[in-house]
């Protein structure tokens, strides 16, 4: 049995009525993708894409940059689903860790998707704190523009 699952980054809503059916895990997408497609309201068109979704996996990035932020907007988040993962970056732009906002949202049993993870380091550091919740690790690997 394969461990191996399928996301697809950053769909338009057309795209991901053609996936339907398709072996795919999910969806994942950021802010930067949402204004690639044009959105202007993110979280209305984070609920369309959620009607689409077909109950699939979708993970909504928060755009914040600090402890407060993050929390609040990913409570938001999590509030549109339950198949909703919250991405929340391994480091905040300053590039301190944000193990806390990670922790503080972990035990409020929130779906998390840590991101733009490099490093085996930055896993072994939050996975004590991940045990028993439902969390996607996006490991980036080669990554020269996004």
Same mark, same amino acid.
């Given at each position: 049995m394969s461990n191996i699952q399928i996301y697809i980054d950053g769909p338009t809503e057309d795209e991901m009525k053609e996936l339907v059916g398709k072996n795919i895990s999910g969806y994942t997408f950021n802010p930067t993708l949402f204004k690639n497609l044009g959105v202007k309201d993110y979280l209305g068109h984070s609920k369309k894409v959620l009607e689409i979704s077909n109950n699939l996996p979708v993970s909504l990035e928060v755009i914040g940059d600090n402890y407060e932020d993050i929390v609040s907007q990913a409570n938001e988040l999590a509030s549109l689903g339950s198949n909703v993962f919250v991405k929340i970056p391994i480091t905040y732009t300053s590039g301190v860790s944000t193990l806390d906002t990670i922790k503080t949202l972990a035990d /409020?049993?929130?779906?998390?998707?840590? +991101?733009?993870? @490099?490093? #085996? &380091? /930055?896993? $072994?550091?939050? #996975?004590? &704190? #991940? $045990? &028993? +919740?439902? +969390?996607?690790?996006?490991? @980036?690997?080669? $990554?020269?523009? &996004?």
């Open positions: /409020q049993n929130i779906n998390l998707n840590i +991101t733009a993870i @490099f490093t #085996l &380091d /930055q896993i $072994r550091e939050i #996975l004590p &704190d #991940l $045990r &028993d +919740t439902k +969390t996607i690790i996006s490991v @980036f690997a080669g $990554r020269i523009y &996004d």
